[in-house]
């Protein structure tokens, strides 16, 4: 298993939290200088907000964890394509390389609805999808499936 495969199953597990608590199902993993510094899932129904996305809470954790909210030499792991609102927080704490696995076709910022990653802000983001994504993809479907019974 190559590292990126490692932190992806790392936010799978995290993801499978959400989903124990039927939050969806989506992790996410800040890692620095190879080493794990935040890890969230979805918390948007249990806090009853709109932000507590995956990605926005393992940001703010690791912003916390390295009191800095400039995370240049962090890289994200999240197991579905960030949406806006968080790609919109990708870019503002300069995370430089982003992992995600199943596509949103629904909200995604970067292959699915829109780009935002292609725009030139003060803030070049790299962003790779489709690491482990059948496993991601099984996790939301299993959920979304679950709640149409």
């Not at 969806?24 to 996305?53: M, W």
Request: with cysteine.
């Amino acid at each position: 298993m190559n590292r990126v495969e490692k932190y992806m199953n790392i936010a799978l597990a995290e993801a499978k939290k959400a989903l124990k608590i039927n939050e969806v199902p989506v992790g996410a993993v800040v890692v620095r200088h190879d080493q794990v510094i935040a890890k969230a899932y979805n918390l948007r129904e249990t806090q009853k907000s709109p932000l507590a996305h995956a990605e926005i809470l393992a940001i703010e954790k690791a912003a916390k964890a390295l009191n800095t909210w400039r995370l240049e030499d962090c890289e994200l792991y999240v197991t579905l394509e960030p949406c806006p609102m968080c790609a919109g927080a990708i870019i503002q704490s300069r995370i430089p390389n982003v992992y995600y696995g199943a596509l949103d076709y629904k909200n995604g910022a970067h292959m699915s609805k829109v780009n935002l990653f292609s725009i030139d802000f003060t803030h070049h983001v790299d962003i790779i999808g489709g690491i482990l994504e059948e496993p991601s993809k099984k996790l939301l479907k299993d959920f979304f499936k679950a709640l149409r019974m």
